[in-house]
């Protein structure tokens, strides 16, 4: 079974015709998502800096072991 060169071209537009939209969609949540971090950072500075922080210390007890 030989796979010719246009073959392969179709091939790989009808996968990027079918992958498109989600990556597209997977894009758009992060965004969405980058969008409500950022707002709540700016909302609560003082919680963020504390929980960094507690993680930067949880993260340096772990590590020093």
């Known amino acids: 079974m030989e796979i010719n060169p246009q073959q392969m ?4 537009r ?7 939209p989600q990556v597209d969609e997977a894009r758009q949540n992060l965004v969405d998502l980058n969008r409500q971090v950022v707002g709540f950072i700016r ?9 960094a922080i507690a993680v930067g210390f949880l993260v340096g007890r772990i590590a020093s072991r």
């Open 43 to 51: 909302a609560n500075p003082g919680t963020c800096l504390l929980g």
């Open 9 to 12: 071209s179709d091939r790989a």
């Open 14 to 20: 009808q996968l990027q015709d079918q992958v498109m």
